[in-house]
């Protein structure tokens, strides 16, 4: 079973930056195109950006120019370099491999908080 481990989040002030990683178990990341999702409080989950397997990424309209999503394929890793941090970016963030009709492939690990307030 492939287990999704986030991490890297934390409080920090508006402008600042985080890098947030999602370990993928099971040795399979590799095949996948992968993805950062966030879920702000009373709003539904979002993808905010994508990876192909081979690395080719593509971002929500609100993020661009300031986020950027890489991944590590030896070592089953994904990051996202957040910066000039908003407070509306303020949310849970989760990894996952989207797949069609807006799904992704495997259950959600605990996601990783990130808070943006001075």
């Known amino acids: 079973q492939v287990q999704l481990v986030e991490s890297g989040g934390g409080l920090v002030q508006p402008g600042g930056s985080l890098r947030l990683s999602c370990i993928v178990s099971?040795?399979?990341?590799?095949?996948?195109?992968m993805a950062w999702y966030r879920q702000a409080p009373g709003k539904q989950r979002e993808l905010v950006a994508r990876?192909?397997?081979?690395?080719?990424?593509s971002y929500v309209d609100s993020v661009k120019g300031r986020f950027t999503i890489s991944r590590d394929n030896a070592n089953d890793t994904l990051y996202l370099q957040m910066n000039s941090l908003k407070s509306e970016d303020t949310a849970v963030y989760y990894c996952?491999?989207?797949?069609?009709?807006?799904?992704?492939?495997?259950?959600w690990g605990q996601g990783t908080q990130v808070t943006v307030s001075s």
């Open positions: 990876v192909t397997s081979s690395g080719s990424s």
């Open positions: 099971g040795r399979i990341f590799s095949s996948y195109a």
């Open positions: 996952n491999a989207p797949i069609a009709g807006n799904k992704w492939m495997w259950s």
